[in-house]
Structure formats: C-alpha cells, structure tokens
C-alpha cells in the first residue's frame, strides 16, 4: 500500500520497484504517463529494440 499524499512520479517510481524490476520502466511514449517494455539486452540478443514507436503518416 502507499501513502495518499504522495506525488505522482514518487508512486510511478516505487511501482516500477515493486512490480517491474525487471523490465524497463524508463522510457517515455508521447502523453502516456507509465510505460513499462522489456529491456532490449535480455530481449533481443542482437541488441534490437524490443518495442519501435511506429511512423505514422499525416
């Protein structure tokens, strides 16, 4: 459980330590507040990214 008066990032911060320990909690995709991927080096062998934003045409 976590204290309610707690500011936002400090909660995004410590669920990313309780939960996602072994993922990667680190990057930012636009608005999304919290994103959570696997960390490239244990995903993809040949150092890929596991996850690409996609190109999206206007």
Known sequence: MYALKVQ????EKKVAQDFFKEFDTT???GRIDFCVS???DT?????QRAFRTPK???
């Not at 936002?8 to 909660?11: A, D, F, M």
């Not at 995903?43 to 150092?47: D, E, H, T, V």
């Open 56 to 58: 999206i045409a206007i």
């Open 8 to 11: 936002e990032k400090e909660i």
């Open 43 to 47: 995903f993809l062998p040949n150092k």
């Open 27 to 29: 990057r930012q995709l």
């Open 38 to 40: 696997y960390k490239s």
